[in-house]
Every structure is written in C-alpha cells, then in structure tokens.
Antibody, heavy 124, light 107 residues
Framework: EVQLVESGGGLVQPGRSLRLSCAAS????????MHWVRQAPGKGLEWVSGISWNSGSIGYADSVKGRFTISRDNAKNSLYLQMNSLRAEDTALYYC?????????????????WGQGTLVTVSS | DIQMTQSPSSVSASVGDRVTITCRASQGISSWLAWYQQKPGKAPKLLIYAASSLQSGVPSRFSGSGSGTDFTLTISSLQPEDFATYYC?????????FGQGTKLEIK
C-alpha cells in the first residue's frame, strides 16, 4: 500500500524558513517523480513544485520560484521542501503527491497518490 | 499558463441522480486531463486520468470524456459517498494547473 506521510509544518513568522518532509513507503520510491501541492484554507489546489526520479528535472510554480527548494533522498525514501522567505500567502496545507512516472512536466502528468498534508501557517 | 475553468461551481443533487461537471481549458490540451475527488478534511483522490481512463479501484459510475478544450466528468448514479468537491487538472511543460473546484451537495 502506498503511504506518504508529511511532517515539518507549523506556525512561522513572515520572512522565516521551514523545511517540510515526506516519508514514502509501499512503492519503489526512486522510480517515480514526486510533487508538493498546497491548499490554502477554504481554497482550491495549487501545484508548488515537482522533482523527477533522479532529481535531474525540477520545476516550481512562479509563486514560489526563488524562495522554495525541492529535493529528495532516494536512499531514505524521502522528499523535502525547503521554504525560505515565507509570506502570509504561503499559509496552506501542503500535500506530498506521487507522480505516475519518473519524469515531470510531461504532458498529461497527474498525481496518483497523496499524503494527508502538513499545515503551514505564516503569521506574526 | 493554461487556465482551467470548471462549471458549475456548486451543484445540488439527490442520491441516484446523474450529474455532469464541466472543465474548460484556455487552450487545447489534447486528452491530457485528470479529475480528483476531495472530501472535507481529506486528501484529494485521483478518479480519472488521460480524460477518460478510470484509476484502479474507482467505481465504474464515474466516467470522463472530452478532448481539446472541453471535458466532462459524469457520475451516472449518485451515491451518498460521492458528495464532495471535484477538481480537474492539466499538466504541460512545467505547468500544472487545477480548476477552481465544483462542490457537489445533497439536495
């Protein structure tokens, strides 16, 4: 059974940093692309970032480019999101999601499994 | 970026009804569309990919169709567990975008 378990969320002041983690199990982690998708309270879904199976291809939403960094450790079956210069508008539930193949940004890509999310609140 | 627009934003229906939700892309995306179901307090769940392919384990009362810019998600006979919010999503060239969601409520 595929399991994705996020951690690292919390309350942080504007301008500060936070690092999210996602522990994966139940599938061959290093065969698949992974993503972060967020959902602001009461709002819709927004893709944040994705990383290919070997970290060779990485993408970011314009809203986080230059502030967030995605990475993965295939030896630890883990995905990470380093979030710097946080803003109030980054407040959201952050989901870790698995892609159906190794690459990202492929036409027709989607997210076949999701974790339960970790909440990030940016407020003074 | 390609924009995705869903309609309606909300719909009320009864158990046993047939319901159709529409998603329109701002430019052609071939058949590269996915649909998700999200229940309150839960993560989204993949229902349909490639416009019409049913994800493993998803009941056959769910179906998807369309290509180019216009797509539909149809639930043939609503069950109590189907009341949720539904999102469409497209992906191309480092751009992944979702529709704003359609909330399916009990009449």
């Amino acid at each position: 059974e595929v399991q994705l378990v996020e951690s690292g969320g919390g309350l942080v002041q504007p301008g500060r940093s936070l690092r999210l983690s996602c522990a994966a199990s139940g599938f061959t982690f290093d065969d698949y692309a992974m993503h972060w998708v967020r959902q602001a309270p009461g709002k819709g879904l927004e893709w944040v970032s994705g990383i290919s199976w070997n970290s060779g291809s990485i993408g970011y939403a314009d809203s986080v480019k230059g502030r967030f960094t995605i990475s993965r450790d295939n030896a630890k079956n883990s995905l990470y999101l380093q979030m710097n210069s946080l803003r109030a508008e980054d407040t959201a539930l952050y989901y870790c999601a698995k892609g159906p193949r190794g690459g990202i940004a492929v036409a027709g890509d989607y997210f076949d499994y999701w974790g339960q999310g970790t909440l990030v609140t940016v407020s003074s | 970026d390609i924009q995705m627009t869903q309609s309606p934003s909300s719909v009320s229906a009864s158990v046993g009804d047939r319901v159709t939700i529409t998603c329109r892309a701002s430019q052609g995306i071939s058949s590269w569309l996915a649909w998700y179901q999200q229940k309150p307090g839960k993560a989204p769940k993949l229902l349909i990919y490639a416009a019409s392919s049913l994800q493993s384990g998803v009941p056959s009362r769910f179906s998807g169709s369309g290509s180019g810019t216009d797509f539909t998600l149809t639930i043939s006979s609503l069950q109590p567990e189907d009341f949720a919010t539904y999102y469409c999503q497209q992906a191309n060239s480092f751009s992944y975008t979702f529709g704003q969601g359609t909330k399916l409520e009990i009449k």
